[in-house]
């Protein structure tokens, strides 16, 4: 039986699904105005493992992943006119929709790299603020809320267990920072978080509600979301530590506040990525993506496996170095189980193998423990087990941990897909063809224009394993 760590509990806790036909998970997606980095990744990859080791206990995985394509604000930011969104949209000169769209398909096509499975279904947040409405409304019922002048806040006094989670305490929350201190003094304590927020002049995200014409607050979106496609209960919240407190604590308050209900059962977190022990930051040009990495040398399969090296509990340092030891751990393993190595043709006893399978489902088990899986892989390599058996072992193991032992990436592919089938134009394979350069020499603003110019003629580009765009008719 998969056992996780529970964020609420602070212990392993055994999954026992609510429903026997399906474990409902939900992610916290990405906010779509820029590029995803390697720390992004490295939680999307805790979500794609549980997916696999889900299915690799002979559950079926329901997975529900939001895409934020209207930006949120921070630490309740109410003076701030612009969400990032808006900001990276008026930086390029587009509209908020467009970058969303563009940044969109850019995460899909990473998550596709990574060889992530893919959700069951994606919610973008700017398509169900009629929910967020809804959530708002039965909190206001309860009498939990309070506000005025277009501005509706949650009451966190009235939150039964609020703290659970992160272990924040009321009277020691966030003061009012960087806000403006006459909207500031609109909430009762600086705990206090906006379900709505009244219209700022010049604002493209904008909808009509009981409490007048604005848009929602950012805790407000997960919860809603999560509620309309896992129900009021499910069993799984997936995200990075850095998301506990304020956004969690405040979606899993409201949610169960709002229903009564528990909301998820567990609350898994993904610690932090470091890079050369340091935060990542624009500043310091180390917010690296899966470009950057190619463009080094690592394919994303080594940065994946480099990732199961330890266990998503434990905080990440990346480095150049590292990662390269990975990749080249990564390689031994393919050639071992390929039988090119002197492993592959021993003459051990097939029924050996029943052992390492054991070793390895009870790794998976352990609260995901990739780290200890892998060394079972790397025993296995190295054993005198036939090779016709230790090719299967591999085979059953990628499953779960998708890096291509055998030299293959089999996952189904992240993203929404498009129709395709016919031929594009010789202009748009023109463009692709110059995209593909751009990359290699890495021009990404000239690529990122080219890419956009190739979706205004309504194609899309995907990028194969050999680095070259492929195109395909939207």
């Given amino acids: 039986m998969l056992s996780l760590y529970d964020t609420v509990s602070r212990k392993k806790v055994p999954l026992v699904p609510l429903r026997p036909d399906r474990v409902g998970i939900y992610t916290c997606g990405p906010t779509v105005y820029r590029y995803v980095h390697i720390g992004n990744l490295r939680t999307y990859l805790l979500t794609d493992l549980l997916l696999r080791a889900v299915r690799f206990d002979g559950l079926a995985p329901f997975s529900v992943q939001n895409i934020t394509d209207m930006g949120h604000m921070h630490q309740e930011q109410l003076a701030q006119t612009e969400d990032k969104v808006i900001a990276a949209a008026r930086a390029a000169g587009k509209t908020a929709k467009e970058i969303a769209e563009f940044f969109t398909g850019a995460f899909f096509r990473d998550c596709r790299r990574m060889n992530f499975l893919p959700s069951d279904v994606y919610p973008r947040a700017s398509t169900h603020v009629p929910e967020m409405i809804a959530m708002a409304k039965e909190l206001e019922g309860k009498g939990v809320t309070y506000g005025e002048g277009g501005y509706l806040y949650f009451d966190v006094t009235k939150a039964k267990g609020y703290g659970e989670l992160s272990g924040a305490v009321l009277g020691e929350g966030e003061t009012a920072g960087r806000t403006d201190e006459s909207i500031h003094r609109r909430k009762n304590r600086p705990e206090d978080f906006s379900l709505w927020l009244a219209a700022d002049p010049g604002r493209e995200f904008l909808w009509e509600s009981p409490w007048g014409l604005g848009w929602p607050g950012w805790h407000i979106e997960c919860a809603a979301m999560a509620e309309k496609y896992l129900g009021r209960e499910f069993d799984i919240h997936v995200g990075g530590v850095?998301?506990?407190?304020?956004?969690?604590?405040?979606?899993?308050?409201?949610?169960?506040?709002?229903?009564?209900?528990?909301?998820?059962?567990?609350?898994?977190?993904?610690?932090?990525?470091?890079?050369?022990?340091?935060?990542?930051?624009?500043?310091?040009?180390?917010?690296?993506?899966?470009d950057d990495l190619e463009s080094r040398g690592v394919s994303p399969m080594d940065f994946r496996y480099h990732c199961l090296t330890l266990h998503y509990r434990t905080p990440m340092n990346f480095t150049w170095a590292a990662q390269g030891a990975s990749a080249k751990a990564l390689a031994r393993l393919r050639e071992a189980f390929s039988g090119k190595g002197e492993t592959g043709a021993g003459g051990g006893r097939a029924d050996g193998a029943e052992g390492f399978r054991r070793r390895f489902r009870e790794a998976i088990g352990d609260d995901l423990n990739a780290p200890r899986a892998l060394a079972v892989v790397h025993e296995a390599a190295r054993s005198d087990l036939p090779g016709d058996v230790v090719r299967e072992l591999a085979r059953e193991w990628d499953a779960v941990l998708g890096v291509g032992l055998l030299g293959e990436v089999s996952g189904e592919g992240a993203g929404e897909s498009a129709p395709g089938g016919e031929a594009a134009p010789a202009e748009v394979v023109g463009l692709?063809?110059?995209?593909?350069?751009?990359?290699?020499?890495?021009?990404?603003?000239?690529?990122?224009?080219?890419?956009?110019?190739?979706?205004?003629?309504?194609?899309?580009?995907?990028d194969g394993k050999d680095g070259a765009g492929r195109v395909r008719k939207r």
């Fill in 242 to 290: 850095d998301l506990r407190f304020p956004h969690h604590e405040n979606s899993r308050a409201m949610a169960m506040t709002a229903t009564g209900g528990r909301f998820a059962l567990l609350w898994v977190h993904a610690a932090h990525l470091l890079v050369d022990g340091r935060k990542m930051s624009k500043s310091l040009s180390n917010e690296y993506t899966l």
């Fill in 432 to 462: 692709a063809r110059s995209r593909d350069r751009c990359r290699r020499e890495r021009r990404f603003a000239e690529a990122d224009a080219l890419r956009e110019r190739i979706r205004e003629a309504g194609y899309d580009v995907v």
